[in-house]
């Protein structure tokens, strides 16, 4: 039984007992009576969280909660009133979901800027009316899917422009340090201890230290720090790392250095992690389990 029944709603105006919006009494006459009112008391348990947590509701008003939920509860039949409050509820759900949820996926963390709530309610309104409609549904779906990633990428590239062109510099100049090797796929490597043990299949399961670094020499990860070694299959990480790892025979330690489209691409992975970011890695391959 869903939280939000309008029997829940009808019980926690009674509870309530507020006289000044006209909310119901109990009148339990019967066994029936009071059954109905004790589901509708169960329910209101957890309803203010809810209220706050999942509809974005400051509970000061909660007088103004009932008044509306009263009304809802009592349109009956009124096809027209039951249309206008679900459409209530309909914007409601695009202002407080829709549009900071397309937001954030678009800006991130960046609440400077935020997607056009016009521009969405009018290809809304459009599809739903069928009036003055730009595109079909499937062509909405189609632009929507196609243009979401571009979309995410132009914005991101403009936040951290800077530091992708300072990332590709730095591969460029790492490409021509001597002692420095291709691997393939714009990742170079450095052998720093040779060693003489198997080299693991992209299946292998296996044990490594590892330590990583920005161009900025920041570290963002390391094993050493945690004092415990890592251990997966190699195919369970960024690709750069399955390259590196399926080419080093065990008791190797290579210094990797991975271009952004081998990592993590333009992944917001938060401050320690920025989009576009190259990756430099120590790692040590101590065995395959």
């Not at 397309?102 to 800027?113: F, K, M, R």
Request: aromatic content about 10%; some cysteine.
């Amino acid at each position: 039984m869903k939280k939000l029944s309008i029997v829940a709603a009808i019980a926690l105006a009674a509870i309530m007992g507020s006289c000044t919006n006209g909310t119901p009494k109990a009148d339990l006459k019967n066994d029936v009576d009071t059954l109905a009112y004790a589901v509708g008391v169960a329910q209101t348990r957890g309803l203010k969280d809810y209220m706050v947590q999942r509809l974005n509701i400051d509970t000061t008003y909660i007088n103004e909660f009932i008044k509306g939920m009263k009304e809802g509860a009592n349109i009956g039949d009124n096809k027209k009133k039951a249309a206008y409050y679900a459409g209530v509820m309909q914007g409601q759900q695009i202002a407080q979901q829709w549009i900071p949820g397309l937001s954030y996926e678009i800006y991130g963390d960046d609440s400077t800027h935020t997607v056009s709530l016009q521009n969405l309610l009018a290809g809304f309104f459009s599809g739903a009316t069928g009036k003055n409609c730009l595109m079909s549904v499937d062509e909405a779906e189609q632009t929507w899917q196609s243009m979401m990633q571009a979309v995410k990428t132009r914005v991101t590239e403009e936040k951290y422009g800077e530091w992708k062109k300072e990332c590709e510099d730095y591969m460029a100049k790492i490409a021509k340090k001597d002692g420095v090797k291709p691997l393939g796929d714009g990742i170079y490597y450095e052998v720093l201890t040779e060693g003489k043990g198997a080299t693991p299949a992209d299946t292998s399961r296996v044990s490594v230290n590892y330590e990583g670094k920005l161009v900025n020499d920041t570290i963002f990860d390391s094993s050493y720090q945690r004092q415990e070694p890592a251990k997966f299959r190699c195919n369970q990480v960024i690709p750069g790392w399955t390259k590196a790892l399926t080419n080093m025979p065990v008791g190797s330690t290579w210094m990797v250095y991975i271009p952004q489209e081998q990592a993590y691409g333009n992944q917001d992975r938060g401050e320690k992690l920025p989009p576009f970011s190259c990756l430099i890695f120590k790692i040590e391959l101590l065995g395959i389990e």
